[in-house]
């Protein structure tokens, strides 16, 4: 199991920028696929971003690709999220999650991420 803790979200307004943090605990972290999801009110939880552990293989969808970008450091247990050029429809509570381990497709359901983060509010103001 991996315990996950995400932070440095806020109010931006749009075409800012914010990076966000996930630490993580757990023997499995650096072996694990790492998704970042978010959940706009009303709204269904949304794939953002996936990295594998070896940080070789990124996955985006194309709401963020270009904008977006996940990245992960083993050594410090902690992966991150790029977000820049933002739009008010990015407004969401933003989840780390930890997926699948070893190799194999990038997944992007929510049913093949294990472990969750309690969340973090990111707000585009336009």
């Known amino acids: 199991q991996v315990h996950l803790v995400e932070s440095g979200g806020g109010l931006v307004q749009a075409g800012g920028s914010l990076r966000l943090s996930c630490a993580a605990s757990?023997?499995?972290?650096?072996?694990?696929?790492m998704g970042w999801f978010r959940q706009a009110p009303g709204k269904g939880r949304e794939f953002v971003a996936a990295?594998?552990?070896?940080?070789?293989?990124?996955y985006y969808p194309d709401s963020v690709k270009g904008r977006f970008t996940i990245s992960r450091d083993n050594a410090k247990n902690t992966v991150y999220l790029q977000m820049n050029s933002l739009k008010p429809e990015d407004t969401a509570v933003y989840y780390c999650?930890?997926?699948?381990?070893?190799?194999?497709?990038?997944?992007?359901?929510?049913?093949?991420?294990?472990?969750w983060g309690q969340g973090t509010q990111v707000t585009v103001s336009s």
């Open positions: 999650a930890a997926g699948p381990i070893g190799v194999g497709p990038i997944a992007t359901q929510t049913s093949a991420y294990r472990d």
């Open positions: 757990g023997r499995t972290f650096s072996s694990s696929t």
């Open positions: 990295i594998r552990w070896s940080a070789d293989i990124t």
